[in-house]
């Protein structure tokens, strides 16, 4: 297959943010965005998570397409429910995908390079298939709690405030142009960032 043909599957130029599907024996979901540049295609996995580890180890995971937020934010946290998993047979391995995606896209890695922080792979894609898609016009509601997504990534990483604030800009957005689901993950996503700020200022405290 093809790099130009990511195009029909929605992971076009720039950085495609998916969720990565993978571990044959326990299948786990995270958001990661994909960087597709000059029509090659790469993943970089920060060390210490889940998808670092199946990814390094089997070399091969799905990229799901999904315009779902609470399935982002319930990924960025904690895996997925089992319910939320199918699974594609490749090779006598079967490899998990994400079930109500838009698209899927199974890739192997190449190229694998490592540095102290992460890992970085060109990535392969091997097959692919797209599935019944409803149109979805922009809204900022969801854009903007992915992004919130990431900056609580970042603050867990880090403990640095500057991400609650900009944790709170996003969410304002959320509650103001999101539908019932962007605000939903709204709340997971401050739940989940209050037990993040107790481990936080706990590790602060011992300092
Ligand atoms: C939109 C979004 C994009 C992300 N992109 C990446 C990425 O490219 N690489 C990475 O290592 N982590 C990325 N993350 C962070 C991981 O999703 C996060 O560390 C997650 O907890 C990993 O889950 P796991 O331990 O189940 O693999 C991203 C998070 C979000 C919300």
Redesign the pocket.
Known sequence: MEVSELDKYGICDGIS?IIVTCGIENP?A????LIRKDNRIFI???KG????ENVKLEKIFAANVTCDPLL?VKS??S?LEDENFKYHPLNSQNIPLLKNSVSSVIFRCEEIKHTEQAMTAEIIPIYAVANYHRPKAINRGLTAV?EA??HA?RYELTGIDKFLDLIDQCLETTYKCGGQREKDAAEILLNEIGEIKKLVSGGKDTE
């Open positions: 943010e786990n995270a958001p990661i965005g970089r996995l920060y998570s889940t998808t670092y982002f960025t946290f895996n992915i997504a990431i990534t």
